[in-house]
């Protein structure tokens, strides 16, 4: 009879464990799936194979995205956490209210973030290839850029002259395998990669 309670108080306790581990399993899944490694005592982390586009090394300081430290300095510095965009894929509610007002995105981008982003975003084109944003951003370069980070890669709209992300999705299939339905990693790996081996992208 003591046996039989054991192996049932064992079983409730695998499932009560079993119940509360898949949503951290999930969540942690995730998490790796989209940037490898921990984050060092700066908040940042090796980035061997370059996934973000930023070099080997990068930092996520206060959970916002991966970005670099121009001259030492976080461009997150000044912009509180909740104006911290999620993933590129994403196109929710919070990335709307964004570039509807356009407060968040100015506070957290720059100049210099966007200069590395010089290969696939060009303000002026994006501006005025794009009558939504005409009349619902206007003409300010780090707004229009917001929107692009915040929406315009995961809608695939075309951010420059240069580079046409379906154009480049169509003729790399070996990105397609890879990459799939995920539009913003298209525009990072051509950033990254794909203008040094002359891809066709346009």
């Given amino acids: 009879m003591n046996q039989l309670k054991r192996i049932a108080l064992i079983a409730a306790a695998c499932a009560c464990v079993s119940g509360s581990a898949v949503p951290v399993l999930e969540s942690t899944m995730i998490v790796a799936e989209a940037h490898s490694g921990r984050t060092d005592g700066n908040g940042g982390h090796r980035d061997n194979k370059n996934k973000s586009g930023l070099g080997s090394y990068h930092y996520h300081c206060g959970g916002h995205p ?3 430290h121009e001259n030492g300095v976080c461009p997150y510095a000044s ?3 909740s104006s911290s965009r999620g993933s590129s894929s ?4 919070s990335a709307a209210a964004s570039s509807a007002d356009g407060q968040s ?4 981008v720059s100049r210099e973030m966007m200069d590395q982003y010089a290969a696939v975003f060009d ?3 994006y501006y005025s290839n794009y009558e939504d944003l005409q009349s619902s951003i206007g003409r300010d370069d780090l707004k229009l850029f917001g929107h692009f ?4 890669m995961a809608e695939g709209r075309i951010g420059c ?5 379906n154009v480049y999705r169509e003729n790399n299939p070996d990105l397609q ?3 799939g339905d995920d539009l913003p990693r298209y525009y990072s790996h051509y950033m990254s990669s794909g203008c040094h081996e002359g891809r066709i992208c346009r």
């Fill in 66 to 68: 991966a970005h670099l």
């Fill in 149 to 152: 980070l915040d929406c315009g």
């Fill in 79 to 81: 912009a509180p956490a």
């Fill in 90 to 93: 994403s196109g929710g509610s």
């Fill in 177 to 179: 395998k890879e990459f």
């Fill in 105 to 108: 995105a100015e506070q957290s």
């Fill in 123 to 125: 303000a002026d084109y």
């Fill in 161 to 165: 002259e240069d580079f046409n992300v």
